[in-house]
């Protein structure tokens, strides 16, 4: 079950730019038309869950799509993301921004009714699969500091102290930058897909 939680001063004015449309998004995940037909929709015959295992990470393969953005998982081994319901149905993301989005809202990317049990993230530059509910986040969300294949990307760590040395690198950012999973609602996933969301 997902908590809500209080939002630093700093987090809102970053949550109202966003809500504002402060930049633009590239590659899979723009869909500035208003709609994209390759989003995950199962009556339009794009159904891009995948069987889970639900206990463990699943084997990423060239043949899973990002059921939010459609691209191809293992264009960006080093951002992979994957979610499990525990009816075994699961989604494999192409970035942690994308699990994210997928996390706030999993039905509205096709995925299940069910609660989700499984979490696993690529961490942030040691390219290693960890688990997501046990990872802390991030909250990235200056550009000009990012190199994310679709504009920019929470920071997904192991342990808070290792995400304390990133934020400590930054002026504009703090320790109230780093979040637990259970944190993620729509509106943080707003600020790194907010086109995709409803």
Known sequence: MRRSHGVSRSRRRLLAACATGVGGVLAGCSDDDGGDPNVADPDAGFDFTVEHPVD???EFSDDQMCGVCSMTVTDYPERNCQVAHEDGVGMMCCSPGCMFAYYAEPTHFGGSEAEIVGVWVTEFEMQRLIDGFDAVYVLEHNEQRADDPMRI??????NRSTALEYVDEYDDLSEDDIVSL?????????????????
């Open 56 to 58: 463990e990470p699943k």
């Open 182 to 198: 259970s944190a993620v609602d729509t509106d943080v996933a707003r600020i790194y897909r907010s086109a995709r969301l409803p």
């Open 153 to 158: 990307d929470p920071r997904p760590y192991g």
